[in-house]
């Protein structure tokens, strides 16, 4: 397994740019898939951006499409999400989560055994 850690969360306003970030720890980080979800007060957790271990291909929420970005640097075991033109509806618990192999489309939470401790992103409006 690989251990996960994200920092970058804060307070913001609506329309403000925030950066995640999700260092590993653990053997074979760039064989692992890697994904972004996040958690609402009462909601279910969902699956906002994905990427291969190559980065050669990516998922997105429609929700989050054309305002989010996610990226991988393997030589430093870390796994980005751009966060841009934020929205209030954006608030959640953001978690890193990573599996070995591919993912569903949607990714589902219950495909990955690795998840971060999270981070609280607040958009106000």
């Known amino acids: 397994q690989v251990q996960l850690v994200e920092s970058g969360g804060g307070l913001v306003q609506a329309g403000d740019s925030l950066r995640l970030s999700c260092a590993a720890s653990?053997?074979?980080?760039?064989?692992?898939?890697m994904a972004w979800f996040r958690q609402a007060p009462g909601k279910e957790r969902e699956s906002v951006a994905a990427?291969?271990?190559?980065?050669?291909?990516?998922y997105y929420a429609d929700s989050v499409k054309g305002r989010f970005t996610i990226s991988r640097d393997n030589a430093k075991n870390t796994v980005y999400l751009q966060m841009n033109s934020l929205k209030p509806e954006d608030t959640a618990v953001y978690y890193c989560a990573a599996r070995s192999g591919g993912y569903g489309r949607p990714p589902k939470a219950s495909e990955f055994g690795s998840w971060g401790q999270g981070t609280q992103v607040t958009v106000s409006s």
């Open positions: 653990g053997r074979a980080f760039s064989s692992y898939a």
């Open positions: 990427i291969t271990w190559s980065g050669s291909n990516t």
